[in-house]
């Protein structure tokens, strides 16, 4: 069985499910754009000159598959990733990233032999790819990591219609784009054979949408191996909350921060990590307790995570949230939503809580809870970790394995 594989980033959930096919034999080869490749001139020329090149590149190593069975198309991808540190607004990227994704999606289409039995590939950036595998009678993979393009779109609408100084340029122009993208997504599901969702949440956005919902398959994402903790982690007095990930209206942030009038009288401080999109002066005028700490790797992030006493993830929605499985793995107890796909893995009062989403109160009223119940909070720790060793990374691929495998036996 050879599976073609394509997706443009090389994201830890993608490199896992590519891993998940090589496991079992099935990866013939797996195409993306810009990835580490030590072997490359190119690459380590570029990286003594340039420390976005190089900080970019240590983001995309790849050691889930051998790279001999990696194959890449970086240039277009590396421009999008200079326009991003340039392009304050977004709509220029937005531009180069629909450009590169079109480009991308013809290449990958031009590799589909018929040596190969099925493609694999991934939501907005397979539509050629899908119809070259459907014309050579391939079975067809495909994979949605978000919910339901319009479902999503009418939830931040409504957003906009309550705080209208979220309306910003860029929200508008990818508006204007929705129906053409919508387009493009429904005519990928279509060509499909068999469709992967991370979430329950996800599938079930779908509900509407007039699609065919029974090829759907649902395969939670996995936890990262379980991370050594500080064993000598106490409470302290003052309540550190943790942010992790784009500060944005989909992921809640202005709920977050409505929430901090009602924490007044409360010792904390609330570190953000991620990329802000929203200013916190627009919806607070006290900001001293709020730390904004920018962008930062991944193994930054998780060094830091076990300090904190929670993670905050007030999410309006996502598919998953891996988020959410990285701080289990730490010990790290988890506040989300109903509207966070890892919702499912969190027991309330046990590893952490879920609460109403678009709620500014229910926010406040957990922190409230959590900083006068300390203890109930510090013993969540280990709770927090023995509910990732249930669902790992081994048992997400085990999974996605036999609904492949099942599927490609009852075409």
């Not at 023995?386 to 790992?392: C, P």
Request: a neutral charge; charged letters at 25%.
């Amino acid at each position: 069985m050879k599976i073609l594989f394509s997706h443009p980033g090389v994201g830890i959930f993608t490199l896992q499910a590519a891993k998940a096919l090589h496991e079992i034999n099935c990866l013939d080869t797996y195409l993306t754009t810009f990835y580490l490749n030590p072997e490359s001139i190119i690459q380590n020329t570029i990286s003594k000159f340039g420390s976005i090149i190089k900080n970019n590149l240590s983001r995309r190593e790849i050691s889930e598959i051998p790279l001999n069975l990696v194959k890449g198309m970086p240039y277009y991808e590396i421009l999008r990733v200079l326009s991003s540190r340039l392009d304050k607004k977004g709509v220029i990227t937005d531009r180069i990233y629909d450009f590169s994704i079109n480009k991308f999606d013809n290449w990958v289409a031009k590799q589909i032999t018929y040596n190969h039995d099925a493609v694999y590939c991934y939501e907005y950036n397979s539509l050629n790819t899908l119809r070259a595998a459907k014309e050579k009678g391939l079975f067809t993979i495909y994979e949605i990591p978000s919910p339901e393009h319009n479902y999503v779109h009418n939830l931040l609408k409504d957003e906009i219609d309550k705080y209208p100084e979220l309306n910003t340029e860029y929200y508008r122009y990818t508006s204007s784009l929705l129906e053409s993208r919508t387009l493009k997504r429904h005519k990928e599901f279509e060509l499909a054979d068999l469709v992967l969702v991370n979430s329950n949440f996800t599938k079930n956005s779908f509900e509407n949408s007039g699609l065919d919902t029974s090829k759907i398959k649902v395969v939670p994402l996995g936890c990262p191996e379980l991370q050594s903790v500080n064993d000598d982690f106490v409470c302290s007095n003052k309540l550190r909350i943790l942010w992790a990930g784009t500060f944005s209206i989909r992921k809640g942030g202005h709920y977050l921060l409505k929430s901090l009038d009602n924490l007044k009288n409360i010792d904390y401080k609330l570190d953000i990590f991620g990329k802000v999109e929203l200013n916190p002066t627009d919806f607070v005028s006290d900001i001293n307790k709020i730390n904004l700490k920018g962008s930062v790797s991944r193994n930054e992030l998780l060094q830091n995570m076990e300090q904190y006493d929670f993670l905050i993830f007030p999410t309006l929605c996502d598919g998953f949230g891996m988020v959410i499985t990285e701080a289990l793995s730490l010990g790290l107890p988890v506040i989300t939503t109903d509207k966070a796909g890892a919702s499912d893995l969190i027991e309330d009062g046990i590893n952490g809580f879920v609460i109403t989403s678009h709620s500014s109160d229910s926010i406040s009223n957990i922190i409230l809870w959590c900083n006068e119940h300390r203890d109930e909070l510090f013993k969540m720790r280990l709770n927090a970790r023995e509910s990732a060793k249930k669902w790992q990374w081994n048992h997400y691929r085990n999974k996605l394995q036999q609904t492949i495998l099942s599927s490609l036996e009852n075409r």
